[in-house]
Protein backbone atom coordinates (compact mmCIF):
# COMPACT_ATOMS: atom_id res chain seq x y z
CA UNK A 1 0.00 0.00 0.00
CA UNK A 2 1.41 3.74 -1.06
CA UNK A 3 1.79 5.92 2.34
CA UNK A 4 1.20 8.94 0.55
CA UNK A 5 1.04 10.80 4.27
CA UNK A 6 4.28 10.32 5.23
CA UNK A 7 6.60 12.87 3.39
CA UNK A 8 9.37 13.65 5.38
CA UNK A 9 10.25 16.40 2.90
CA UNK A 10 8.06 18.31 4.86
CA UNK A 11 9.74 19.24 8.87
CA UNK A 12 8.46 21.11 11.45
CA UNK A 13 11.08 23.20 13.47
CA UNK A 14 10.50 24.92 16.72
CA UNK A 15 12.50 28.00 15.99
CA UNK A 16 13.35 29.72 12.33
CA UNK A 17 16.66 28.21 12.43
CA UNK A 18 16.54 26.06 8.87
CA UNK A 19 17.55 23.06 10.50
CA UNK A 20 16.77 20.00 8.81
CA UNK A 21 15.28 17.67 11.58
CA UNK A 22 11.96 17.57 12.33
CA UNK A 23 10.98 18.42 15.52
CA UNK A 24 7.45 17.62 17.31
CA UNK A 25 5.17 20.99 17.05
CA UNK A 26 4.21 22.88 20.11
CA UNK A 27 0.44 24.03 20.76
CA UNK A 28 -0.29 27.13 20.54
CA UNK A 29 2.97 29.19 19.64
CA UNK A 30 4.24 29.72 16.24
CA UNK A 31 6.19 26.97 14.73
CA UNK A 32 8.48 26.71 11.83
CA UNK A 33 7.78 24.75 8.88
CA UNK A 34 10.03 23.91 6.04
CA UNK A 35 10.12 22.24 2.66
CA UNK A 36 12.50 20.34 0.14
CA UNK A 37 11.54 20.68 -3.70
CA UNK A 38 13.34 18.99 -6.58
CA UNK A 39 13.23 19.23 -10.46
CA UNK A 40 12.37 16.36 -12.42
CA UNK A 41 11.57 18.15 -15.80
CA UNK A 42 14.07 18.63 -18.16
CA UNK A 43 14.34 22.40 -17.58
CA UNK A 44 14.60 24.72 -14.94
CA UNK A 45 11.37 25.45 -12.56
CA UNK A 46 11.66 29.11 -12.82
CA UNK A 47 8.50 31.26 -10.61
CA UNK A 48 8.94 28.90 -7.85
CA UNK A 49 5.77 29.39 -5.59
CA UNK A 50 5.07 27.26 -2.11
CA UNK A 51 1.75 27.53 -0.46
CA UNK A 52 1.85 25.86 3.31
CA UNK A 53 -1.45 24.21 4.55
CA UNK A 54 -2.09 22.13 7.85
CA UNK A 55 -5.19 20.49 9.86
CA UNK A 56 -6.27 18.32 12.71
CA UNK A 57 -4.82 15.09 12.79
CA UNK A 58 -6.58 12.63 10.67
CA UNK A 59 -7.54 10.27 7.64
CA UNK A 60 -10.19 10.69 4.72
CA UNK A 61 -9.37 14.34 4.33
CA UNK A 62 -11.00 16.47 1.87
CA UNK A 63 -9.46 19.29 0.01
CA UNK A 64 -9.48 22.26 0.73
CA UNK A 65 -12.53 21.80 3.41
CA UNK A 66 -10.09 20.22 5.67
CA UNK A 67 -7.27 22.52 5.51
CA UNK A 68 -6.55 25.79 6.60
CA UNK A 69 -2.96 28.49 5.08
CA UNK A 70 -0.63 28.53 8.01
CA UNK A 71 0.37 31.97 9.34
CA UNK A 72 2.51 32.04 6.04
CA UNK A 73 0.64 31.46 3.29
CA UNK A 74 2.86 30.95 0.72
CA UNK A 75 6.50 32.12 0.22
CA UNK A 76 8.67 32.15 -3.26
CA UNK A 77 11.80 29.93 -3.82
CA UNK A 78 14.80 29.98 -6.17
CA UNK A 79 15.09 28.50 -9.59
CA UNK A 80 15.33 24.33 -9.31
CA UNK A 81 17.62 23.02 -11.67
CA UNK A 82 16.79 20.30 -14.21
CA UNK A 83 17.87 16.53 -14.15
CA UNK A 84 17.08 16.11 -10.72
CA UNK A 85 20.77 18.13 -10.63
CA UNK A 86 19.77 20.24 -7.40
CA UNK A 87 16.93 21.15 -4.69
CA UNK A 88 15.75 23.96 -2.69
CA UNK A 89 14.55 24.29 0.64
CA UNK A 90 11.74 26.71 1.46
CA UNK A 91 10.72 27.75 4.77
CA UNK A 92 10.30 29.08 7.20
CA UNK A 93 6.70 29.42 6.95
CA UNK A 94 5.12 30.41 10.47
CA UNK A 95 2.12 28.42 11.83
CA UNK A 96 0.65 28.07 15.04
CA UNK A 97 -0.73 24.66 15.99
CA UNK A 98 -3.91 24.20 17.91
CA UNK A 99 -3.50 20.27 18.26
CA UNK A 100 -1.47 18.18 20.68
CA UNK A 101 -1.51 15.13 19.09
CA UNK A 102 0.48 16.13 16.01
CA UNK A 103 -1.40 18.01 13.25
CA UNK A 104 -0.94 17.20 9.35
CA UNK A 105 1.14 19.52 6.85
CA UNK A 106 0.33 19.92 3.33
CA UNK A 107 2.71 21.94 0.74
CA UNK A 108 2.30 22.65 -2.69
CA UNK A 109 4.44 23.99 -5.36
CA UNK A 110 4.23 25.42 -8.69
CA UNK A 111 6.23 26.86 -11.03
CA UNK A 112 5.98 28.07 -14.51
CA UNK A 113 3.85 26.21 -16.87
CA UNK A 114 4.11 23.51 -13.93
CA UNK A 115 1.38 23.80 -11.89
CA UNK A 116 -0.95 22.14 -9.05
CA UNK A 117 -3.93 20.19 -9.98
CA UNK A 118 -5.93 21.88 -7.23
CA UNK A 119 -4.86 25.48 -9.55
CA UNK A 120 -7.44 24.34 -11.49
CA UNK A 121 -10.54 24.11 -9.25
CA UNK A 122 -13.05 26.00 -8.99
CA UNK A 123 -15.52 27.45 -6.38
CA UNK A 124 -16.81 25.28 -4.37
CA UNK A 125 -15.02 21.86 -6.19
CA UNK A 126 -13.49 19.46 -3.66
CA UNK A 127 -11.09 16.14 -3.95
CA UNK A 128 -10.46 13.74 -1.28
CA UNK A 129 -6.76 13.32 -0.80
CA UNK A 130 -6.43 9.94 -1.43
CA UNK A 131 -7.47 10.67 -4.85
CA UNK A 132 -5.35 13.97 -5.24
CA UNK A 133 -1.89 13.50 -3.20
CA UNK A 134 -0.84 10.29 -4.73
CA UNK A 135 -1.47 11.68 -8.22
CA UNK A 136 -0.11 15.34 -8.07
CA UNK A 137 3.62 15.14 -7.65
CA UNK A 138 3.33 18.94 -7.00
CA UNK A 139 1.71 17.92 -3.74
CA UNK A 140 3.51 16.66 -0.36
CA UNK A 141 1.70 15.39 2.90
CA UNK A 142 3.30 14.93 6.19
CA UNK A 143 1.15 12.73 8.94
CA UNK A 144 4.46 11.76 10.20
CA UNK A 145 5.19 12.07 13.84
CA UNK A 146 7.84 11.32 16.33
CA UNK A 147 7.52 9.19 19.56
CA UNK A 148 9.82 9.11 22.38
CA UNK A 149 11.88 5.09 22.19
CA UNK A 150 14.89 6.87 23.99
CA UNK A 151 12.96 7.83 27.38
CA UNK A 152 12.48 4.17 28.98
CA UNK A 153 9.25 2.32 29.06
CA UNK A 154 7.51 5.25 30.89
CA UNK A 155 8.24 7.92 28.23
CA UNK A 156 7.10 5.85 25.68
CA UNK A 157 3.92 4.59 28.02
CA UNK A 158 3.08 8.36 28.49
CA UNK A 159 3.22 9.14 24.68
CA UNK A 160 0.16 7.05 24.32
CA UNK A 161 -1.99 8.25 27.05
CA UNK A 162 -4.01 7.98 24.70
CA UNK A 163 -3.08 9.18 20.64
CA UNK A 164 -5.95 10.61 18.89
CA UNK A 165 -6.90 10.94 15.64
CA UNK A 166 -10.27 11.84 13.41
CA UNK A 167 -11.37 9.25 10.87
CA UNK A 168 -13.90 11.26 8.01
CA UNK A 169 -15.98 10.13 5.79
CA UNK A 170 -15.26 11.51 2.64
CA UNK A 171 -16.77 9.70 0.00
CA UNK A 172 -18.84 11.31 -2.35
CA UNK A 173 -22.26 8.98 -1.92
CA UNK A 174 -24.62 10.51 0.03
CA UNK A 175 -27.38 7.54 1.06
CA UNK A 176 -25.16 4.91 2.73
CA UNK A 177 -22.79 4.54 5.02
CA UNK A 178 -19.16 3.70 3.99
CA UNK A 179 -17.35 0.68 6.25
CA UNK A 180 -13.95 1.91 7.80
CA UNK A 181 -11.55 -0.44 8.98
CA UNK A 182 -8.36 0.54 11.12
CA UNK A 183 -5.07 -1.42 10.59
CA UNK A 184 -2.27 -0.83 13.36
CA UNK A 185 1.28 -2.58 12.06
CA UNK A 186 3.81 -2.54 15.00
CA UNK A 187 7.60 -2.25 14.49
CA UNK A 188 9.88 -5.59 15.19
CA UNK A 189 11.43 -3.96 17.61
CA UNK A 190 8.08 -3.21 19.39
CA UNK A 191 7.19 -6.74 18.68
CA UNK A 192 9.96 -8.08 20.17
CA UNK A 193 9.93 -5.68 23.54
CA UNK A 194 6.18 -7.61 23.47
CA UNK A 195 4.15 -3.78 23.37
CA UNK A 196 0.61 -4.04 21.84
CA UNK A 197 -1.94 -1.27 21.01
CA UNK A 198 -5.49 -0.97 20.99
CA UNK A 199 -7.88 1.21 19.10
CA UNK A 200 -11.09 2.82 20.68
CA UNK A 201 -12.37 1.36 17.30
CA UNK A 202 -10.95 -0.52 14.32
CA UNK A 203 -14.05 -1.20 12.32
CA UNK A 204 -17.43 0.38 11.83
CA UNK A 205 -19.68 2.63 9.72
CA UNK A 206 -19.47 6.24 8.63
CA UNK A 207 -22.59 8.49 7.29
CA UNK A 208 -21.47 10.95 4.83
CA UNK A 209 -19.93 13.64 5.71
CA UNK A 210 -19.39 11.84 9.05
CA UNK A 211 -16.23 11.84 10.91
CA UNK A 212 -15.05 9.78 14.34
CA UNK A 213 -12.14 10.38 16.61
CA UNK A 214 -10.17 7.52 17.07
CA UNK A 215 -7.98 6.88 20.61
CA UNK A 216 -4.55 4.72 20.38
CA UNK A 217 -3.79 3.55 24.08
CA UNK A 218 -1.33 0.71 25.61
CA UNK A 219 -2.93 -2.74 25.38
CA UNK A 220 0.18 -4.31 26.88
CA UNK A 221 3.02 -2.71 28.97
CA UNK A 222 6.44 -4.39 27.22
CA UNK A 223 9.96 -3.91 28.29
CA UNK A 224 12.55 -1.12 26.90
CA UNK A 225 13.05 -0.57 23.48
CA UNK A 226 15.79 -1.61 21.31
CA UNK A 227 15.91 -0.63 17.93
CA UNK A 228 17.96 -3.11 16.02
CA UNK A 229 16.88 -2.02 12.06
CA UNK A 230 17.06 1.73 11.59
CA UNK A 231 15.04 0.93 8.71
CA UNK A 232 11.84 -0.71 10.49
CA UNK A 233 10.94 2.00 13.34
CA UNK A 234 7.24 2.95 11.96
CA UNK A 235 4.24 2.35 13.66
CA UNK A 236 2.12 2.52 10.76
CA UNK A 237 -2.29 3.19 11.34
CA UNK A 238 -3.88 2.60 7.98
CA UNK A 239 -7.29 3.18 7.24
CA UNK A 240 -9.37 1.92 5.13
CA UNK A 241 -13.04 3.17 3.40
CA UNK A 242 -14.88 0.40 1.71
CA UNK A 243 -11.34 -1.62 1.34
CA UNK A 244 -9.61 1.60 0.02
CA UNK A 245 -6.94 2.79 1.68
CA UNK A 246 -7.78 6.47 2.37
CA UNK A 247 -4.89 8.00 5.16
CA UNK A 248 -3.40 7.26 8.10
CA UNK A 249 -0.85 8.30 10.49
CA UNK A 250 2.76 6.85 11.13
CA UNK A 251 4.36 7.39 14.53
CA UNK A 252 8.24 7.06 14.31
CA UNK A 253 10.66 5.73 17.46
CA UNK A 254 12.84 7.93 18.15
CA UNK A 255 16.08 7.12 19.93
CA UNK A 256 17.05 10.63 20.62
CA UNK A 257 13.57 11.56 22.27
CA UNK A 258 13.17 10.75 26.35
CA UNK A 259 9.66 12.52 26.40
CA UNK A 260 7.14 14.41 24.44
CA UNK A 261 7.24 17.80 24.87
CA UNK A 262 5.68 19.85 27.50
CA UNK A 263 2.01 21.53 25.45
CA UNK A 264 0.12 24.59 25.94
CA UNK A 265 -3.57 22.49 25.74
CA UNK A 266 -5.42 26.01 25.27
CA UNK A 267 -6.46 26.01 21.27
CA UNK A 268 -5.29 28.67 19.59
CA UNK A 269 -7.73 29.20 16.60
CA UNK A 270 -5.11 30.75 13.45
CA UNK A 271 -6.73 33.29 11.24
CA UNK A 272 -8.45 32.90 8.81
CA UNK A 273 -0.01 17.43 -15.25
CA UNK A 274 3.50 18.19 -16.03
CA UNK A 275 6.23 16.45 -14.21
CA UNK A 276 8.24 19.02 -13.38
CA UNK A 277 8.71 20.35 -9.74
CA UNK A 278 7.98 17.20 -7.21
CA UNK A 279 8.09 18.05 -3.42
CA UNK A 280 10.37 14.58 -2.86
Known sequence: MQRFWKNEDIWNRLNSDGGADHETPIVGVVNYAY????NRG?????????????????????????WQPMQTAQLNGANVPANNAGEIIVGPFEWIPSQPDHECMLMIVSATGDASNVDNFGVGESIPEWRLVPHDNNIGQRNVAPVPAGGGVQGFKD?????????HNSFRQRKDKVEIEIILRRPKSLVTAEWTFKLSESKFSL??????????SID???NDIVINDPADVTIEVEVLTNGI???????????????????????IKPPIKCPCCVIL
Not at 35 to 38: F, N, Q
Request: proline content about 8%; aromatic content about 10%.
Open 207 to 216: AHGQKSKIEI
Open 220 to 222: HVG
Open 245 to 267: LVGGVSYYLDPNMAKLPEQNLVP
Open 42 to 66: TQEATNVVVKGYHCNPGAGLTWPND
Open 159 to 167: AFSPMKFWV
Open 35 to 38: VRVK
